[in-house]
């Protein structure tokens, strides 16, 4: 990875923390989203005593905001070229909560966010270059209702996270389709069960039973971010495109993620609500 940039989303605390300082350490340059200043300047401080030697960038945004996903992809633009690009953001929440664009805020940030930002960054990234999408196995639970994306008719956190991670994982395969040929990759993965930040802040009952959970089953983020890394700098996945990843190895997503119908119309539609974000 020396020499290498990475873009990576959600990598202020967790499992994209881990991957980024993990691929510092293997000599990749990391640019880097958060929302939050102080995590942001002190995953930076970490980063640099990963390889001092890179001029790590930090970019703070609130990637639920359509307006902010092109901001900061118009910003990161400006990099030479891209190497790997790791969508990594993501959040689950207790209640429903509607961004000032009208979209439900799990949908936005945990997919809009992949869409808009890979859509635009996607000329900067080289031949050879990865794309890697953080899903997750909640999406086994999952099927999408084209008409109700925005889960107006009825809202529960965890489904609607499940779905959300569906939506990532049919992403990954329409993205992987259409550039097929171009030397660039596109992968998804399932990190695991992880004793991180995540789960902490939605609220409610959901909040209370995750917190209680993690001390029993969960992994550690050194753990759930080996799949990020293998997907990002292994030379046994050079070539390898369209997948879902487990534990470093392929698995079979459900029915409902290899549905190819599906994963065109949920591009279709994710491209009308980016609308003009997508110009240029």
Known sequence: MRGKTVVITGATSGIGEVAAIE?????????????????????????????????????LTDLSLL??????AAEIKEEPAIDVLINNAGALFNSRIETS???EKTFAL????????????????????????????????AKLDFSDLQSRHGYSGFAVYSKSKLCNILFTRELARRIAGTGVTANSLHPGFVATRFGDQSGGMLSALVRVAKPIGAISPEEGAKTIIYLASSP??????GEYFTKCAPAVPSSEARNDK?????????????GEVMVG
Do not use: C
């Not at 307006?67 to 900061?72: A, F, G, L």
């Not at 046994?236 to 495109?241: C, I, M, Q």
């Open 262 to 274: 599906d994963a065109r119309t949920l591009w279709d539609i994710s491209a009308e609500i980016a």
């Open 101 to 103: 664009d009208g979209l």
């Open 67 to 72: 307006s902010e996903m092109r901001h900061t």
């Open 110 to 141: 945990n997919h809009m966010s992949y869409f808009v930002l890979t859509k635009l960054l996607l000329p900067k990234l080289k031949a050879g270059g990865r794309i890697v999408n953080t899903a997750s196995d909640a999406h086994h639970r």
């Open 23 to 59: 691929l510092a350490k293997k000599g990749a340059r990391i640019v880097f989203t958060a929302r939050d200043k102080g995590r942001a300047q002190a995953t930076l401080e970490k980063l640099r005593r990963a390889n001092p030697a890179s001029g790590h960038v930090v970019h």
């Open 236 to 241: 046994d996945v050079a070539r390898t495109s």
